[in-house]
T-cell receptor, first 110, second 114 residues
């Protein structure tokens, strides 16, 4: 898997946008970027994925730089329930498994 | 909305005993996984299963572990002789397509080995 680097923790005020960065400078041309999150002790939850274009779904937006070496997950209006560890993962295309690093612990504060 | 379910939610067992953790993946999914998370540590991949056979496994998944899909709905993880260090949260996951790695996780089974 391509190595990813994320800040260990971030804070965000409730109602504001949370912007979570991820570096994946060794990503290859056909590898997708996936974002998952884990709310305390629960199973990880798929959020979004992308290849090169920006993507948006009901949970979040994903902005991928043109060189694909980094990406940003955006939660447009963070709520207290968005407090979780967020993982940026670049799995091998041929692989099956997800490799979870340390992720970013996002704390949404009132 | 369909979801992955796991039973039991908490299992306590004595060292050396066999345990079976059960999962019901989402019904039309084709790929199945087990992960574990020791308290305070990262989520670790154990094994993936497709077309009734193991497709990948990690170093953690040694001879003490086995998986089975005994019928069209259940997916089980068996630990033959549990050790204290097997105490962890075990998550089952499933996904539908081969191209996109969008995995859906269950709520987990907390295994406590005493």
């Amino acid at each position: 898997d391509a190595k990813t680097t994320q800040p260990p923790s971030m804070d965000c005020a409730e109602g504001r946008a949370a912007n979570l960065p991820c570096n994946h400078s060794t990503i290859s041309g056909n590898e997708y970027v996936y974002w998952y999150r884990q709310i305390h002790s629960q199973g990880p939850q798929y959020i979004i994925h992308g290849l090169k274009n920006n993507e948006t779904n009901e949970m979040a937006s994903l902005i991928i730089t043109e060189d694909r070496k980094s990406s940003t997950l955006i939660l447009p209006h963070a709520t207290l329930r968005d407090t979780a560890v967020y993982y940026c993962i670049v799995p091998l295309n041929a692989g099956n498994m997800l490799t979870f690093g340390g992720g970013t612990r996002l704390m949404v504060k009132p | 909305e369909p979801e992955v379910t796991q039973t039991p939610s908490h299992q306590v067992t004595q060292m050396g005993q066999e345990v079976i953790l059960r999962c019901v993946p989402i019904s039309n999914h084709l790929y199945f996984y087990w992960y574990r998370q020791i308290l305070g540590q990262k989520v670790e991949f154990l094994v993936s299963f497709y077309n009734n056979e193991i497709s990948e496994k990690s170093e953690i998944f040694d001879d003490q572990f086995s998986v089975e899909r005994p019928d069209g709905s259940n997916f089980t993880l068996k630990i033959r002789s549990t050790k204290l260090e097997d105490s962890a949260m075990y998550f089952c996951a499933s996904r539908y397509t081969s191209g996109i790695n969008e995995q859906y996780f269950g709520p987990g089974t907390r295994l406590t080995v005493t």
